[in-house]
């Protein structure tokens, strides 16, 4: 597979594996099958895989860590720090908030590598910025972990060019991750432009719109009962209609490239920019093989544009998170 840089340190494939979903949020996890996907994604030529303390909480750490532990030597591993989490609790119920202190940065960082199995964490990433700490006194106590060893990278999510900016006085930021999709496109507002300019890898998430843009999904019985996508506006039933047919407008464009919806997505979110790394995640070996496909596809500049306007967000119905979650976003 072609391999992408993300700053100037980390050399990784250029499509990436989101683990999140085989742990958490998605229900219907199989441990079996997980461990199945994640090492099949190596012989792809997958290098890059992304998880983080709070998916379980804690469980798809131990997950990843046992799955590539033999393959250690051919892999990137980025994890996450940045929440409240109350020990012993179910998942829904463990989140307790935003906590950005030094303190934890060191302490997450510390729990990741015992249940990861590491002796360094390729990229840390803060999950969310904790608009309760200067943005200087994380990133300075991240950079801290740099210089021990224990981390090689830095890396923000859903932060603010400003943010962005001042993180990387502080330590150079390898990546920054957003949600980032033919029909989420806040990042173009001035995150792409700042990444690009300052050297920074982007890395999307959920770049198939949270399985929406996969043609899999067209009503809410096609999620499990757990799956935390049913709380989400855009898969409420007053909005599931509409964004199915804009879906179907994706599958017959793809029919016309020859190639799937799924690859289509992931191939105009690829074709945006050399230091985009989409993170799509697969539970099942078909879905990743078609996943990893896609980064051969290449795009003309007119056949993004068309994508672009048939699937502009302005279009879809309903908003990406709820108010709550997106006052976590663009801080």
């Not at 920054?176 to 300052?198: F, G, I, K, N």
């Not at 506006?233 to 793809?254: K, M």
């Not at 799509?280 to 306007?309: C, M, S, W, Y």
Request: aromatic residues 6%.
């Amino acid at each position: 597979m072609k391999t992408r840089k993300l700053g100037n340190e980390l050399t990784v494939s250029a499509i990436g594996l989101g683990c999140m979903g085989m742990s958490f949020a998605y229900g219907g996890a199989d441990e079996t099958e997980s461990i199945r996907t994640l090492q099949r994604a190596v012989d792809l030529g997958v290098t890059f895989f992304d998880t983080a303390e709070v998916y379980g909480p804690y469980e798809n750490e131990k997950l990843v860590g046992k799955a590539l532990k033999a393959l250690r030597d051919k892999v990137t591993i980025a994890t996450k720090f940045g929440f409240r989490i109350e020990p012993g609790k179910p998942a829904a119920e463990a989140i307790k908030g935003i906590d950005g202190r030094p303190e934890n940065a060191r302490a997450v960082a510390d729990a990741s590598l015992k249940r990861l199995g590491i002796e360094v964490i390729d990229l840390y990433y803060q999950h969310r910025v904790d608009p309760a700490v200067p943005i200087e006194e994380t990133v300075g106590a991240m950079a801290d972990l740099v210089r021990q060893g224990k981390v090689r990278t830095l890396g923000l999510s859903e932060a603010s060019a400003e943010t962005i900016r001042r993180a990387h006085k502080v330590h150079p930021i390898a990546a920054v991750q957003s949600e980032y999709s033919l029909w989420s496109r806040d990042p173009e507002e001035d995150v792409l432009a700042t990444c690009r300019e300052l050297g920074i890898g982007f890395v999307p998430y959920s770049p198939l719109g949270r399985g929406m843009l996969t043609g899999t999904i067209r009503k809410a019985d096609d999620l499990a009962a757990d799956d935390f996508r049913r709380s989400l506006p855009r898969f409420q039933a007053e909005n599931l209609g509409a964004n199915a047919a804009l879906v179907d407008t994706l599958e017959t464009l793809a029919r016309e490239k020859g190639v799937t919806a799924a690859q289509l997505a992931l191939a105009w979110v690829i074709n945006q920019g050399d230091f985009i790394v989409p993170i799509p995640g697969a539970r099942k070996l078909n879905h990743l093989e078609q996943n990893a496909a896609a980064a051969d596809i290449v795009l003309t500049v007119d056949e993004r544009a068309r994508l672009g306007d048939a699937l502009s967000p302005s279009l879809v119905a309903g908003k990406r998170y709820s108010e709550a979650s997106l006052a976590l976003t663009n801080r």
